[in-house]
């Protein structure tokens, strides 16, 4: 089971799925973990993006700003979308 296999399970509202469920709640259980680390004390803005990069499973761009508290249910469901022009970031679920 993979995190994109749960992330399109649940988008595309498949039935009941044991497997999927399981790793749907480890993802969920991650989420708190790292979610209760990101709010819980000051971090820099380096540490963050590290941060946010284990939420999200991807590759925070330097350019990423966020003043926490911040909330999730899941994280890897979320993108974060640069526009260099403007340096406006925006996140989408």
């Not at 749907?24 to 946010?52: C, W």
């Amino acid at each position: 089971m993979t995190t994109k296999e749960v992330i399109d399970g649940f988008r595309e509202g498949s039935g009941e799925n044991a497997e999927r469920n399981a790793y749907a709640n480890e993802l969920f259980q991650e989420a708190v973990r790292i979610g209760m680390e990101l709010n819980m004390q000051y971090h820099t803005p380096e540490e963050i993006r590290e941060i946010m990069g284990r939420l999200i499973g991807k590759k925070v761009d330097g350019s990423f700003r966020m003043f926490p508290p911040f909330y999730t249910d899941f994280g890897k469901n979320i993108t974060i979308l640069t526009r260099k022009r403007t340096e406006k970031i925006t996140m989408r679920r």
